[in-house]
Nanobody
Framework: VQLVESGGGLVQAGGSLRLSCAAS????????MGWYRQAPGKQRELVAI??????????DYGDSVKGRFTISRDNAKNAMYLQMNSLQPEDTAVYYC?????????????WGQGTLVTVSS
């Protein structure tokens, strides 16, 4: 299974960006999907996550992005998206997607390659 991210770039404060992450390769079932970010000199942090995808489903956001970012998914494409609105300079970071999935070998987790988001003031 591979993850491919896209959608990062440079945006002015108050602007919007949409990140995409698509999983492909083999037969697998995605159990959880999420976005994380890591700013220079800081630890990686949770941005948004979808869990329990095989049952009721749950969405959680990091406190700093609540009300501004929205995570969504497209089951048919094994893809997820992060709509980021009202971006601020403190949102500048490398954004990573991560999935938890199951295949014939059991449960695994996989990270995307990361995409840089830069917000100018």
């Amino acid at each position: 299974v591979q993850l491919v991210e896209s959608g990062g770039g440079l945006v002015q404060a108050g602007g919007s960006l949409r990140l995409s992450c698509a999983a492909s390769g083999g037969r697998f079932s995605i159990d959880a999907m999420g976005w994380y970010r890591q700013a220079p000199g800081k630890q990686r942090e949770l941005v948004a996550i979808l869990t329990n995808l095989g049952s009721n489903g749950r969405t959680d956001y990091g406190d700093s992005v609540k009300g501004r970012f929205t995570i969504s998914r497209d089951n048919a494409k094994n893809a997820m998206y992060l709509q980021m609105n009202s971006l601020q300079p403190e949102d500048t970071a490398v954004y990573y997607c991560r999935i938890g999935y199951s295949d014939y070998e059991g449960y695994r987790e996989l990270w995307g390659q990361g995409t840089l988001v830069t917000v100018s003031s």
